[in-house]
Nanobody
Framework: QVQLVESGGGLVQAGGSLRLSCAVS????????MGWFRQAPGKEREFVAAIIRIGGSTVYADSVKGRFTTSRDNVKNTVYLQMNSLTPEDTGVYYC??????????????????WGKGTLVTVSS
């Protein structure tokens, strides 16, 4: 099993920045890639970004390209999501996710093996 715990959410003004962290524990060696999803009130959960644990290749949703950056520290078993130039449309609960197999790349909301409980990001206008 793999456990994921997010942190770093909060309230920020439009144009500001936040950095989310996701601590990964358990059978970390079984993880192929980690990702970030978000869910705004009344909307479906959507993909944000993902990174392959070994090698570090990344993929981003078009809506966050150029503003968000995901990275990982395999020594600390932590994944990060640096969010810049935030807008109110970025508001939502951000979830950390992990997949075990390369066939699940890039991660999807239905094909993810492990989920964190989420951290709330609120961007005020």
């Amino acid at each position: 099993q793999v456990q994921l715990v997010e942190s770093g959410g909060g309230l920020v003004q439009a144009g500001g920045s936040l950095r989310l962290s996701c601590a990964v524990s358990g059978r970390t060696a079984s993880v192929y890639a980690m990702g970030w999803f978000r869910q705004a009130p009344g909307k479906e959960r959507e993909f944000v970004a993902a990174i392959i644990r070994i090698g570090g290749s990344t993929v981003y949703a078009d809506s966050v390209k150029g503003r968000f950056t995901t990275s990982r520290d395999n020594v600390k078993n932590t994944v990060y999501l640096q969010m810049n130039s935030l807008t109110p449309e970025d508001t939502g609960v951000y979830y950390c996710a992990a997949v075990r197999f390369s066939s699940s790349w890039p991660p999807t909301s239905t094909g993810t093996d492990y989920w964190g409980k989420g951290t709330l990001v609120t961007v005020s206008s």
